[in-house]
């Protein structure tokens, strides 16, 4: 298997913890020993890669051992999530053990700081439930739904033990759920001064093991034909986020790990440590991933009413869920902040931005706090659905050593979107048409690509119909030329041929926090071209300004956004590609040569894991 250079960003986790012999942490208060935590000396640590149950190459597993940020401001490693929980009037908790967790020195691939222990160390088996609104292909909406998907078998593949907890939708793709059935017949959940009835169904989406929470009440807060867009969608998903929980609780399930995702589900560890653990429930520990800072969940004090969390000047005390701007509001995401064990982004540089960079939608004061719990994993993509090499959707399968498969689908690509066949690369973009995608860099683009002499293929939609129509004008503008189709919609099949078909993709965001589109471009060996932002700094490498070796550069980036910065990134790729074929050509190989798979992550998710949870 192609092996990933070494010296990327992928992570500013640790690679694996110290541990303590902490004991069961009954009743602790996260927030007022959070504010006196401080960052313990940074000294070596020992990785503790697991045996996959898979074949991995080896030089894959030590790697996540000797990753080192290269994003200017490193996010800083956490000291010891443990002491971090402990509160110290607790009277049977052990005195906290020193721990030593750091991001680790660069070292070469494969190779182990002497100190190091051997890689190949048993580790025991987790039992870890994702509680998510979302999951690929029952309930997706953006990127967070594939993340789910990805990492969770990747999980299970490593021999632990998946369960994963998701409301029971109207709407969901029920052909992927098999053997759907009742489950846990009778959960009440306490809602207001009362509860609410609901029934807990059990189904396999694709192996996976997946409970469905399907609440009966006036309210029918999943049967609403969308999974978000509602006025209620805060009150919703704080009931479904204390439901799960609630069933974790009443079916007796004791997670090593409860991951939860984005503001959705962000109560879970506040419900935790609010509720669950004092009457029992001491074993496990969150991990909260946020896939985006924009959406937060914000509130007035009906959540307190409604949840049960009944004291006001607790929860809207600044150290928990006060917003950072409204004192009348309350605020899901900073209180999952607060509360986790550990919290995660979906990239280091994204990690750094939200914390140092102005991207936190005004939660920088928040993670600066709790910075000794806070990093950044690029995501994966599932390398099972995007391969080209076994690709269903696409009519030509190729690898790194049959490229030529490539053009058979670039015409493909053409007969079917009715481009003329020329000579001409094909500039792609793939992705929501909302504001932080780009979309003005976007349509300069366009019109750039094709003045140029490329031509270029859009697939995107917005859910809002302004945005749509304002394509709509345009793709009604272009319809006459052969060397443009803009095509306004969401369609997975099509996705794969242009993934496939097309030369270069563009991906001019605003911000990302990760970004799959170019993940999956460059396993077609389609160049990205890119705004260095987030996930997107830290995966595609410029062909011509980069310190890595030339053949671990991957794309073309661009700085600032503006027209300028486009044309010089978007330029400088369509000029190698008509006037340095061969060069072109070995781009496209370093391209696929990269490992994004889930492989990596899920040891960096793993190491988390062992960081926080109980011996
Ligand atoms: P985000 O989560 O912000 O939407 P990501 O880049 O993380 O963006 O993930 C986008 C995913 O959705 C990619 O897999 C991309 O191929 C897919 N996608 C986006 N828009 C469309 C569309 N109109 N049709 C098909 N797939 C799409």
């Not at 110290?18 to 006196?36: F, M, N, Q």
């Not at 076994?390 to 490229?403: A, E, F, L, N």
């Not at 503008?477 to 242009?498: R, T, V």
Request: net charge negative; aromatic share 10%.
């Amino acid at each position: 298997m192609a092996k990933k250079p070494t010296s990327t960003n992928r992570t500013t986790i640790p690679a694996t913890a110290g541990k303590s012999d902490a004991t069961h942490i009954k009743g602790s208060d996260p927030v007022a020993p959070l504010e006196r935590a401080e960052a313990k000396p940074a000294a070596k640590a020992s990785p503790k890669p697991r045996p996959p149950a898979e074949e991995k190459p080896a030089t894959l597993q030590s790697e996540s051992a000797s990753v080192t940020p290269r994003t200017p401001a490193p996010v800083a490693a956490p000291a010891s999530a443990k002491e971090v929980l402990k509160s110290p009037s607790q009277p049977d908790a052990a005195p906290a053990q020193p721990q030593s967790v750091h991001v680790v020195e660069p070292l070469p691939v494969g190779t182990h700081a002497p100190d190091e222990e051997p890689a190949h160390q048993p580790r025991p088996n987790l039992f870890i439930v994702h509680i998510t609104p979302e999951m690929a292909p029952v309930a997706k909406v953006g990127g967070l739904a594939d993340v789910v998907f990805g990492l969770s078998q990747e999980l299970a593949i490593r021999g632990n033990h998946v369960e994963i907890i998701l409301p029971k939708y109207d709407n969901m793709r029920y052909d992927h759920i098999y053997n759907l059935h009742v489950d846990f017949q009778d959960l009440f959940v306490p809602w207001f001064d009362g509860t609410i009835h609901c029934t807990v169904y059990f189904g396999l989406v694709h192996d996976r093991k997946c409970f469905f929470i399907e609440p009966h009440s006036q309210d029918d807060y999943f049967n609403r034909g969308s999974i978000y867009g509602f006025q209620d969608d805060v009150m919703r998903f704080a009931f479904f986020s204390r439901a799960a929980m609630e069933f974790l609780w009443k079916a007796n399930k004791h997670p090593d790990i409860i991951h939860c995702h984005d503001w959705q589900t962000a109560l879970v560890p506040v419900y935790l440590y609010e509720f669950y653990q004092r009457i029992g429930m001491t074993h496990p520990r969150v991990c909260l991933t946020i896939h985006n800072y924009q959406h937060q969940g914000v509130i007035g004090g009906e959540l307190l009413r409604a949840t049960g969390l009944h004291d006001p000047q607790r929860y809207f005390d600044y150290n928990r869920l006060r917003d950072n701007y409204h004192q009348h509001a309350l605020n899901l995401l900073k209180g999952g902040i607060v509360y986790a064990n550990f919290v995660t982004t979906v990239s280091p540089r994204y990690a750094f931005e939200t914390k140092d960079g102005g991207q936190g939608f005004g939660l920088e004061p928040t993670l600066h706090t709790h910075h000794i719990k806070y990093g950044g994993v690029v995501n994966g993509i599932d390398y099972g659905v995007w391969n080209p090499e076994v690709d269903g959707y696409i009519p030509t399968r190729y690898g790194i050593d049959s490229i030529d498969g490539k053009y058979d689908n670039k015409r493909a690509l053409r007969d079917r979107l009715m481009l003329a066949h020329n000579e001409k690369p094909i500039v792609a973009f793939i992705g929501r048409l909302d504001p932080q995608k780009g979309l003005d860099l976007l349509r300069h683009a366009i019109f750039f690509a094709l003045e140029r002499g490329a031509q270029f293929v859009l697939l995107g939609s917005s859910p809002d119909q302004a945005i749509n129509a304002d394509f709509w004008g345009l793709k009604n503008m272009l319809n006459e030329s052969q060397d443009c189709h803009l095509e306004i919609g969401f369609d997975e099949e099509l996705s794969h041929l242009i993934y496939a078909g097309a030369d270069m993709m563009l991906v001019p965001s605003r911000f990302e926090p990760c970004g799959l589109t170019q993940l999956i471009a460059l396993r077609y060996g389609t160049i990205p071209v890119v705004r260095s932002v987030g996930g997107l700094a830290d995966t595609v490498f410029d062909m011509d300004n980069s310190d890595l070796p030339l053949q671990e550069r991957n794309g073309y980036v661009f700085e600032n956004y503006d027209h300028p910065g486009l044309e010089y990134a978007l330029g400088r790729a369509m000029a190698c590609y008509s006037d340095h074929p061969d060069r072109y050509r070995e781009m496209i190989k370093n391209a696929m040569r990269y490992d994004y798979s889930w492989n990596l992550p899920g040891q960096d998710y793993l190491n988390i894991y062992d960081f926080i949870r109980e011996k």
